[in-house]
């Protein structure tokens, strides 16, 4: 089994910061990219920030300045850091990795249960 765990969440006021990490666990062969996604209630999932296994990274416009993804390939654990947070930014937040479970096998794309984010004074 394999599980992704994250941490980090909570609440903040405009203008802080947070740092949510993400531990993927289990019987792990292999990550590719890791990712994290964001969502609103009635909103659809959106995309926060990707990185890849070598540290290539993408972010959504609407972060891109404020956030920075990372990733420790020897924990298989993957960080957002968020600063200049806004109310806007208040979502939960799920963390998105594609896992090998053993050689030879086909990677396999793995959620986080979810943390809550709120921005708000």
């Known amino acids: 089994q394999v599980q992704l765990v994250e941490s980090g969440g909570g609440l903040v006021q405009p203008g802080g910061s947070l740092n949510l990490s993400c531990a993927a666990s289990g019987s792990i062969f292999s990550i590719g990219f890791m990712g994290w996604y964001r969502q609103v209630p009635g909103n659809e999932r959106e995309l926060v920030a990707t990185?890849?296994?070598?540290?290539?990274?993408n972010y959504a416009d609407s972060v891109k300045g404020r956030f920075t993804i990372s990733r420790d390939n020897a924990k298989n654990t993957v960080y957002l850091q968020m600063n200049s947070l806004k109310p806007e930014d208040t979502a939960v937040y799920y963390c998105?990795?594609?896992?090998?479970?053993?050689?030879?096998?086909?990677?396999?794309?793995?959620w986080g249960q979810g943390i809550l984010v709120t921005v708000s004074s």
């Open positions: 990185i890849t296994s070598t540290g290539i990274t």
């Open positions: 998105d990795a594609m896992i090998l479970t053993q050689r030879g096998g086909s990677y396999r794309e793995r």
